[in-house]
């Protein structure tokens, strides 16, 4: 319904700073297009691919692409709680964005924004292997139930270091949390052994700003990056699902 995944959109105040980051990190640059007015850059590990914005009404989202999207307008309102963008037409770059029931930004644009990258999903950057897109849920429920809507297959994972509902798909797999585990969007990443990790960071990029509330109680815990423009990368010790 969404159409295949293409980007976690953020805002950026410094391009330069936040491609600077990521590229420490071991991620790559992806050669972009003109769809946009303003600076724009996208990063990659290869599984995930990070588009940095500098606009500063540019909102922090999931982006889709789905083609013909004026075609499919007719089945997707009715699954949208309501629609904060819509530019539709012959002359403009079509998109339409609404929210999940906690308030995370959803967008589909009628195509990609950048060429795809060649780089393999087996080659990791220094976080590690990205397994989802975190988001922080008051309401588990009613989000895992928005998110099946549209696709996804929803898993309760409450017996993992940090509790969460899994919501799977074919292109990007999404963690629904509880605000007092995660406050925050963030990329989630395993990487084994966090303190090593931690000391290869160091080497190469900023200090991490601390450790995630709930597994910074047991040894090995998760750890917490913060990016310059604010986007929160999780490490945590192993896969948890």
Avoid at 31 to 43: D, L, T
Avoid at 160 to 180: E, F, K
Avoid at 182 to 197: H, W, Y
Wanted: charged share 20%.
């Amino acid at each position: 319904m969404l159409g295949r995944f293409l980007e976690y959109s953020v805002a950026t105040a410094d391009i330069r700073a936040s491609l600077e980051f990521y590229t420490k990190l071991g991620f790559s640059q992806a050669e972009v297009g003109e769809a946009w007015p303003h600076p724009y850059a996208v990063v990659t590990d290869g599984r995930i691919h990070l588009g940095l914005h500098q606009h500063e009404a540019a909102p922090s989202a999931l982006t889709f692409v789905k083609p013909d999207l004026l075609r499919h307008l007719g089945a997707i309102e009715p699954l949208a709680l309501q629609l904060e963008i819509r530019r539709l037409g012959n002359d403009v770059f079509n998109e339409l964005g609404w929210r999940d029931p906690s308030g995370h930004l959803l967008r589909l644009v009628e195509a990609r924004t950048f060429s795809p990258c060649k780089r393999p999903a087996t080659q990791t950057s220094l976080c590690g292997y990205f397994l989802e897109i975190g988001l922080p849920s008051k309401d588990s429920a009613a989000a895992k139930a928005f998110w099946e809507g549209l696709g996804f297959v929803g898993m309760d994972e409450l017996d993992a270091a940090l509790p969460r509902v899994s919501c799977t798909s074919d292109s990007i797999d999404i963690g629904l949390y509880d605000p007092m585990h995660l406050r925050a969007p963030a990329l989630v990443f395993a990487c084994g052994d966090v303190e090593r990790t931690l000391g290869l960071i160091r080497q190469a990029a900023p200090d991490p700003s601390g450790r995630a509330p709930l597994a910074q109680r047991r040894p090995g815990g998760a750890a917490v990056l913060m990016a310059p423009e604010g986007t929160a990368l999780v490490l945590m010790p192993e896969p948890d699902g």
